[in-house]
Structures are given as structure tokens and as C-alpha cells.
């Protein structure tokens, strides 16, 4: 019989993600068939399904770790923001609709059966089933119509297992404070918890886990200490972009306000030899960059006011002029174009937009999403990409002629005259390890062989082993219902 046990935190980005994915594949190496599941997920970081839908790209590493393809039932519920009060919403891996968070909360409980449809099948067949939560359950203001944490929890009859991270500060009022604000029957679910991020020596908290449990009499499970690799794991959260500079290769990107699908980056961060800097707001671009990479984006016309807001498109001209390489990805490819056309307001209110004019194409946005799982050939040197699509819009113009790309047998982006401006709409090209460093070669600089989805594994190995060493799994296990 299948058994689950659910991962929620005492706050926000306590690191639930990176620990399902560790616990889930210590569990596989005991020989256990264990798969994740996520009932509400927030993110614009998404990942394509092998049964053409998307989830949050979290549940697709925990998806990996568990050595299975992602599925849309591992996590059936994906708001994926557009506005500050406004999100997508995907259920089951399809656009379901685009609200106001004021009105999604009215309907959320209505999600429920979906939700508990999918955990149904996610789970046939398995040994385990590990469930993370979202934000946190002492947001008991947030408690009707639940779906996320407790109200899954309750309705699925899932054991729950607390993280607190003591990173932030103040981890007992975190842990204790969320047991004195959850009522009686949410409260009874929880069975144990964790410390998570601790930094120096553990012992240190050996009476606050004493004091933690004595409050709460739930299990201690441990006391997680930093793990110092996870950078080189799939970030979900755009809080935890950050630069990783010192490579003699200098790659730029602008942090968008609704950057999407960043983990394109990933694998160019983890290159030996490759910096790349995230530019926050109110910075200039550098002068020094190698190549500037314009992200996908939530709201590609809104990205791009922000974009000239900040002045980034004088500095982007000015990069090219010098010689320097540009690459959009997605919302970014539609960036670099002449025009933006959407008439049908599938963005907002109805717009025709003058795009950089660095590529000369246009962009017509549609209602009709794609969703694909690519193979594709780099044309230059005839290596093998793989990657996924996830957009709306058509693009067309006559650099398209100068596609760069042969996906499913037709010509995909667009290069400028002088092949220093590409774009793209494929996600997750630098995955591929011989096509990443031929790309980056161009930009006049020796490039370090380097396998990432090896070390993709490899992290979450060590990651398992971490784990197996300061967090009782044992313990957890016998917890699982």
C-alpha cells in the first residue's frame, strides 16, 4: 500500500523543494519507488511534461531524483504570476484561467477534487509519495478552502512533517509559533519536524530542539546543516537567482520582473570558465559583457517597458555597436524584434509595441499556448539540443530565414545579418553539453569540457548523503501513513 508524507515549512523558501528531492532520492537508492507531488505550486519557472502539460520545474528535479519523467499530476495546481494581484492558473497542466488572487482565493476549494484526482494516480503503484507544501500553514487567515498545505493535508489524511529554517533567525518562534496558531485537528497531523540551513556547529541547538519539541511533542528529525552545492540544483524561486562571477567568459542578464524559465541559466553558471551576472534594476548593463542574454518573461510587454525604464535598451545597443553577442530566449527573442502585436489584449489591454529592433521579425501574440518537448540540431555544427517550448505567440520576419536551429524538421529563431543577435523560443538548450560549449566558443574564448546533468545527478546524490547524515529518515519513514 502506498504510504505519503507531507513537507510544509514554517515560512517561505525554508528549502522544502531541495529537500523532497533529497529525501526522495535517498529513498530510491533503499530501493523504494517513490514519486513527488505538489497540490498548489507559484512560479514562473515551468517545466514541459512528458504528457504535454507543464508543472513547476521544482516537482520536475524532484521528478529526477526519483528517476521518473515529470507528469502533470505531480503537481496539479500552478499559479504562474503575471501581475503584482494576478497569475495564470494551470490545472492538470492546461490554462484553466487568469485571475485576481482576491478571486482565486473564493475558488481554490474547488481545485480540491482535481487536486486529490491527481494524488490518486500519482500514487498507484508506489511505495512513497512525498508531498510539499506551499508558504506556510500558520497563515491560518489563508486556511478556508486550503489546498496547498493543512487543507490537503486534512482531506488526503497526510501526516505532515514541519521545517524550520534557521537561517533567518528566530527558528522556535517559527516552529512553536505555528503550533500555537493552528487549530486543533490541522495541528494533530503534524508529527515531527527539522531544522534546515544551519550554519557551524549543530550541537549548538541541541537545547532549542529540546525546548522545540517539549512545546510542540513532535518528533526531531534532525538538524540540517547548509548545503553548500545547492546552487548547482534547478532554482524554482526568483529570489534565488544570484551571480556566480569569476569565469573569464562574461554573461549578462536582466533580472525582468516577471523572468520566466531562468533555469535556462543554470547550466551556464555550473560551466568552469563562464560568470554570469544577474542585473538588478537601476544597474547599467556592463560595458565588459561577452554576451547579454534577455531571459523569457511572464508578460513580455510589460518586461519590455521595464526594460526601458532601467535604460537597458540604450546600453544593449550600445553592446552591439561594440561588437559584443546577444541572445534572447523566449519572451526575449520576442523582445529583440521590431513589433509586438497584441490586438487581442491576451497580455492585458490590446497593444502594438515597438520592440529593440535588434532582429528583424515580429511577433504576433495568440491565445493558443505550445507545449512541447523538443529535439533540435544546432545548424552551425550539427550538435544535438534538447529542450521544451512554452509560449504564446508566432514570430515571423526575414531573419527568421537565418534560423540557427532545426527543431522537429523546420528552421526555429532568428540571427541578425552579422549572426552576433539570435533568439530563440527553446527552453533549456544549454543542457546539452556539446552544443553549450560550441555556443560559447563563438565569443572568442577557450571553453572547459563539462558534463551538467552528470552533475546534476551527482549533487543529488551528495544531497541524498547529507541528508542520510543529519535528518532521520528512518524516523521519517516510520512517520509516513
Known amino acids: 500500500m502506498t504510504k505519503a508524507i507531507m ?4 515560512g517561505s ?6 529537500l523532497v528531492a533529497g529525501i526522495a532520492r535517498a529513498c530510491v537508492r533503499r530501493g523504494m519507488s517513490v514519486a513527488p507531488f505538489k497540490p498548489q505550486n507559484m512560479s514562473n519557472n515551468a517545466a514541459v511534461t512528458a504528457d504535454g502539460g507543464e508543472i513547476g520545474r521544482a516537482q520536475a528535479l524532484q521528478a529526477l531524483a526519483c528517476g521518473l519523467e515529470p507528469l ?3 503537481n496539479p495546481v500552478l499559479l504562474k504570476p503575471e501581475t503584482d494581484i494576478g497569475a495564470q492558473v494551470i490545472v492538470q497542466g492546461k490554462r484553466f484561467a487568469t485571475m485576481k488572487a482576491r478571486d482565486y482565493g473564493k475558488m481554490k476549494s474547488k481545485l480540491l477534487p482535481p487536486v486529490l484526482e491527481s494524488f490518486g494516480r500519482i500514487g498507484q503503484g508506489r511505495d512513497l509519495v512525498i508531498v510539499e507544501g506551499a508558504g506556510s500553514p500558520a497563515e491560518v487567515n489563508l486556511r478556508a478552502g486550503d489546498i496547498a498545505n493543512m487543507g490537503f493535508a486534512t482531506s488526503a489524511n497526510v501526516p505532515v512533517v514541519l521545517i524550520g529554517d534557521i537561517d533567518r533567525g528566530g527558528v522556535i518562534a517559527q516552529l512553536v509559533g505555528t503550533h500555537a496558531v493552528l487549530p486543533p485537528e490541522d495541528e494533530a497531523l503534524i508529527k515531527g519536524f527539522a531544522i534546515n540551513k544551519f550554519r557551524g556547529d549543530t550541537t549548538l541547538f541541541n537545547d532549542g530542539m529540546d525546548i522545540i519539541a517539549a512545546r510542540t511533542k513532535w518528533a526531531p528529525l534532525g538538524i540540517i546543516p547548509w548545503f553548500a552545492d545547492a546552487w548547482k540544483l534547478p532554482a524554482e524561486d526568483v529570489m534565488d537567482i544570484a551571480s556566480k562571477t569569476g569565469g573569464d567568459i562574461k554573461i549578462a542578464v536582466p533580472r525582468l520582473n516577471r523572468i520566466a524559465n531562468f533555469d535556462d541559466l543554470d547550466p551556464l553558471s555550473a560551466t568552469p570558465g563562464v560568470s554570469v551576472e544577474i542585473i538588478e534594476a537601476g544597474r547599467p548593463l556592463p560595458g565588459d559583457a561577452d554576451l547579454i542574454i534577455i531571459p523569457g518573461s511572464k508578460s513580455t510587454i510589460a518586461d519590455l517597458a521595464h526594460f526601458r525604464a532601467q535604460g537597458w535598451d540604450i546600453d544593449l545597443a550600445a553592446h552591439v555597436r561594440r561588437g559584443g553577442h546577444v541572445l534572447g530566449i523566449c519572451g526575449g527573442y520576442q523582445m529583440l524584434g521590431r513589433e509586438i502585436i497584441d490586438d487581442d489584449g491576451i497580455e492585458g489591454a490590446p497593444a502594438r509595441v515597438a520592440g529593440l529592433g535588434l532582429l528583424d521579425i515580429s511577433t504576433v501574440m495568440a491565445p493558443q499556448k505550445r507545449l512541447a518537448l523538443s529535439q533540435a540540431t544546432y545548424l552551425p555544427t550539427g550538435d544535438p539540443v534538447t529542450g521544451y517550448e512554452i509560449h504564446i505567440g508566432v514570430t515571423d520576419g526575414p531573419d527568421c530565414n537565418r534560423a540557427w536551429l532545426s527543431l522537429d524538421g523546420r528552421g526555429e529563431g532568428a540571427a541578425s545579418a552579422d549572426g552576433r ?3 530563440c523560443y527553446l527552453h533549456g ?9 560550441a555556443f560559447l566558443s563563438q565569443l572568442g574564448r577557450p571553453v572547459t569540457a563539462y558534463s551538467y546533468e552528470a552533475s546534476v545527478q551527482d549533487t543529488l546524490d551528495r544531497l541524498a548523503d547529507h541528508l542520510e547524515t543529519h535528518m532521520d ?3 521519517l519513514l516510520t512517520l509516513a501513513r
Open 7 to 10: 513537507i510544509q515549512g514554517a
Open 13 to 18: 523558501n525554508v528549502g522544502k523543494s531541495m
Open 72 to 74: 502533470v499530476d505531480m
Open 421 to 423: 543577435v539570435l533568439g
Open 429 to 437: 538548450l544549454f543542457t546539452a553539453d556539446a552544443f553549450r560549449s
Open 473 to 475: 529518515i528512518d524516523r
